[in-house]
């Protein structure tokens, strides 16, 4: 720019050609830019920047899709029903026993307006279902299919002891819709019952000594009653 003002002082009897340095300058710029915005060259580099994926990358998420396909069968959606019939609301759970037993969270099924239960598998099967044990303290529950089940896949658990604070942990659990959502995230620390009092700020005392997972990872409040893997127990089949 400071070229070309130079030139208009100095030159002032040629303008024709200044004009035409001008109009050379534009069409170099306006190549430029068009270049620059071919579909072709962004879309390449879209391309690149998605998929491009280190072998370690890659590994990791092979086993995270093989442990969804191996474990998702045995997650359900607990659901709450009204005494006319219409849901309240729904949870997660998962089947710990041959025989078809579930668990899940108490809060789940815990609401005044909640007369009924029933469960649902992941191949959309409905079957109704009781409150066999609750234990408000732990807020777990154990369901029983009214009718016979046979599970297509049973968990067994791990005592909290063996987690370890950093391990990596991954929870498989039933959304609103019929969807299954997947997170992953770390343990970050482990409380007791007076630790998790204090963080909730309950006035009531816990009167347990049961130990809590404190962990990072997101979860929405329709999945409560999920599954969650520990890194070493999805290689177990463990939870």
Not at 60 to 71: G, P, T, V, Y
Not at 130 to 147: M, V, Y
Request: charge should be positive.
């Amino acid at each position: 720019m400071v070229r070309r003002i130079t030139e208009q002082l100095r030159v002032s009897i040629i303008p024709l050609l200044i004009g035409a340095v001008s109009l050379t300058a534009s069409l170099a710029q306006w190549r430029t830019y068009a270049t620059a915005k071919k579909p072709a060259e962004v879309t390449k580099s879209r391309v690149r920047v998605i998929f491009r994926e280190s072998s370690s990358q890659a590994k990791k998420h092979a086993s995270l899709q093989e442990l969804f396909k191996q474990s998702s069968a045995g997650v359900v959606k607990v659901i709450c029903h009204t005494s006319e019939g219409a849901r309240t609301k729904t949870g997660s759970g998962f089947f710990i026993s041959k025989s078809g037993l579930v668990v899940t969270n108490w809060h789940t099924i815990s609401s005044r307006f909640c007369t009924g239960i029933s469960i649902e598998t992941t191949g959309g099967v409905e079957l109704k279902a009781k409150a066999l044990i609750i234990n408000p303290e732990t807020d777990l529950a154990i369901l029983q299919p009214l009718s016979p089940t046979i599970p297509p896949k049973v968990f067994s658990g791990s005592p909290i002891d063996e987690v370890k604070i950093n391990q990596n942990i991954i929870t498989i659990g039933h959304s609103s819709s019929r969807r299954l959502l997947v997170s992953t995230g770390r343990v970050n620390a482990i409380r007791t019952a007076a630790e998790f009092q204090e963080i909730i700020e309950s006035k009531r005392p816990l009167k347990h000594k049961y130990k809590y997972l404190q962990i990072d990872l997101p979860v929405c409040r329709s999945i409560n009653g999920c599954l969650l893997y520990t890194s070493d127990a999805a290689d177990d089949g463990e939870s």
